[in-house]
């Protein structure tokens, strides 16, 4: 019996203008709050951190509420009778975004937002739902209401550890959340004697403490324009807020471990997920008699997420989550996109569910990346710990898991088909894993030019999204005819696509001036005190056992730098510059240091003479394709090998032959031709 006890929809109203999506018709958005009612003492979700410590109602069950979006066929007969669920990354819809090629939106509604219409075309009831409890108001976000956990009627305590980076001078002020979208844990008070203020240049540098004297908890106020005296701004004391008078350094590491009140149950987002799903897949109708409004019209459900949201879905599997209250399997295929090796850090006391993944300068002593890693069994060669994501036979999903070469020098994302020590593992037949060889964690597919950040490159512009409209297909035929997609497509050991670093190295061009990463982000072992079994992280900063306790591995590049295995998009088959995973740190922001999920995109040479004068190893574009027509030919024949091979649509060929125009300008803006 599903614990969903009522939707409400709030708004209903035609999407795109009543617009026609060829055989399926118009569709209509709903929004609304979906209100849940649960037992922590049954056996579905007592896996829940603190859940026995939520406020109950009369019938001894705690609430929740959580907003959702659909946009469905009007007439669901018309439909494809499939759930494409958007886990939302950081309260924001994605879906819509990367796989139609539509503008970033949490509002979807005019003819725009559909962008290419590719998921509408197709016929799929899009769903979204908040899951992340810890999200506060604004932009649009979806958010979720969860209980506080307490300790009978005294608050909960405990220490919190947060980091803080400034990316440019002037920063005096952060929450203590880290983010300014996010709840931060109150502090206990305002006193300080229970907190410690450090700061680092590096990752791996000593702290060194800030004296009580230098910091506060408080905020800044500041608002109201220009005064003859100028703008005004005041502080004001804050248990949610640190204020640093001398300024944040930009790109040092500022940490503060305090003591911190009022945990949220923030294990309930995988159970607002799975009864919110379940209730629309089945079709049932709760005890007020609300019926589903999808009228019952769904047969399969497909769950996407990237990053964060990646994260969560690997999570969710591996808990269990994806069989519901009745033990029925919620989703059928999943499809978890730049997650790298990460999952387990949402279900404990004091999560923060928006920290990074852990990289090599951010973050990089969270919980996010624990063992498991695979999708396969394997052992923890530091611990003698087996386990896998998938172990539920009856209701794990079919995989299709998909990451940039981000992953691999970010976020550990050789382990997803290594052993601890670096080994090829045997693919599970339920599983495909694909590489998009060269491609950078977010690929915006509207991007016009190329933009920087406080790296020493261009962002990599490298174009994805044909792939990820390939591999809904694919997942799609898997589910509903049984036939499989493609082999998985990585860099392994066994050909030699999978190296050590000072392998990669020496295969890496010589490029004028270039300065490349120290190595790929490691994953230590670290001890979080004798509360982690049960999600409860005790020890803050955790006790650092070994820096480098898991082979992390990177994708070997041929004479260009560009990576050899995996899929290869049009624009790295046919490259005007370098592309890569990684992206370094500029001098005042930790030089040298790989700088959050940025990768790059290093331009060619433009002529033999510019390659000649500057020393550069790479071939000259002219010298590869002599003029435009001979760039757009190549490109044509990168698309349609990737048709062939299944990872792209024949509809996305035109689109890139578009693209490759005037050398692929703006976004590549080459110069010189």
């Excluded at 082979?551 to 592309?579: F, H, W």
Aim: overall charge negative; aromatic content about 10%.
């Amino acid at each position: 019996m599903t614990n969903l006890i009522r939707i409400e929809v709030q708004d209903r109203q035609a999407f795109a203008g009543g617009m026609k999506f060829d055989s399926v018709g118009s569709y209509e958005r709903l929004t609304g709050r979906a209100h849940f009612r649960v037992d922590p003492l049954a056996a579905a979700q007592a896996d829940v951190v603190d859940i026995d410590k939520a406020e109950r109602d009369a019938n001894g069950l705690i609430k929740f509420t959580t907003d959702f979006c659909i946009l469905k066929p009007t007439d669901m007969t018309r439909g494809n009778g499939g759930l494409f669920f958007d886990t939302g990354n950081r309260g924001n819809m994605r879906a819509i975004q990367y796989y139609c090629d539509a503008p970033a939106t949490n509002t979807p509604l005019t003819v725009a937002h559909a962008g290419n219409g590719f998921l509408f075309r197709r016929g799929y009831t899009i769903v979204a739902a908040a899951w992340q409890g810890d999200l506060l108001p604004g932009q649009g976000r979806m958010l979720l209401d969860l209980p506080i956990a307490k300790d009978g009627d005294k608050p909960i305590t405990g220490k919190v550890r947060t980091e803080f980076i400034a990316s440019e001078p002037g920063v005096y002020c952060f929450p203590l959340s880290g983010r300014s979208s996010t709840r931060s844990h109150p502090a206990v008070s305002l006193e300080q004697e229970h907190a410690t203020l450090t700061r680092r240049q590096y990752q791996t540098d000593a702290r060194q403490i800030i004296p009580h004297s230098q910091w506060r908890f408080a905020r800044i106020d500041q608002g109201g324009g220009l005064h003859a005296t100028g703008s005004e701004y005041g502080f004001a004391p804050s248990l949610e807020h640190i204020y640093l008078p001398g300024g944040f350094e930009p790109g040092w590491i500022y940490e503060i471990v305090y003591e911190a009140k009022d945990p949220l149950v923030m294990g309930l987002g995988h159970v607002a997920i799975r009864d919110f799903v379940s209730f629309l897949k089945y079709g049932q109708k709760d005890e007020v008699n609300t019926s589903n409004p999808l009228e019952q019209g769904i047969e399969r459900a497909y769950i996407y997420g990237r990053s964060q949201t990646g994260r969560l879905i690997r999570d969710f599997i591996w808990r269990g989550f994806n069989e519901d209250a009745s033990g029925r399997k919620v989703f059928d295929g999943a499809l978890p996109h730049v997650s790298g090796a990460g999952g387990k850090w949402l279900n404990q006391r004091f999560a923060n569910a928006v920290v990074a993944g852990g990289q090599q300068h951010e973050d990089h002593y969270c919980p996010a990346d624990r063992f498991p890693f695979a999708y396969a069994e394997t052992t923890d060669h530091n611990t003698g710990k087996t386990d896998s994501i998938l172990k539920r036979p009856l209701t794990d999903p079919l995989i299709i898991h998909t990451q940039t070469a981000t992953e691999y020098w970010q976020r550990r994302g050789s382990l997803v088909h290594t052993d601890t020590l670096g080994n090829d593992l045997a693919i599970p037949e339920n599983v495909r894993i694909y590489a998009w060889a060269s491609t950078q964690h977010t690929s915006d597919p509207n991007l016009e030019r190329p933009q920087t950040s406080i790296g020493l490159n261009y962002l990599n512009i490298a174009q994805t999204s044909m792939l990820f409209r390939a591999m809904l297909d694919a997942m799609d035929t898997w589910v509903r005819e049984g036939t499989a997609p493609p082999p998985s497509a990585i860099p392994t050991r066994v050909t030699g696509t999978l190296l050590d670093y000072d392998e990669w190295r020496k295969q890496f061009p010589t490029i004028p001036g270039q300065l490349i990463p120290s190595g790929p982000n490691q994953l230590p072992l670290m001890d979080f005190g004798p509360e982690e079994t049960l999600g409860i992280l005790a020890q803050e900063p955790p006790e650092v056992i070994n820096e480098a306790a898991y082979k992390i591995l990177v994708p070997a590049v041929d004479s260009d730098g560009n990576e050899i295995a995996g899929v290869r998009c049009p624009m790295v088959q046919a490259p005007l510059g370098t592309y890569t995973g990684w992206n370094v740190r500029k001098r005042g922001t930790a030089h040298g240091a790989m700088h959050e999920f940025s990768g790059s995109y290093i331009p060619l040479p433009e002529t033999p003479e510019i390659q000649a004068a500057t020393g550069d190893s790479r071939i000259s574009i002219l010298a590869r394709y002599k003029d435009n027509d001979g760039y757009i030919k190549a490109i044509e024949k990168a698309a349609k090998t990737l048709v062939m091979t299944g990872f792209m649509l024949e509809e996305d060929v035109s689109r890139c032959m578009a693209e490759a125009e005037n050398w692929g300008r703006p976004l590549h803006d080459v110069q010189g031709l």
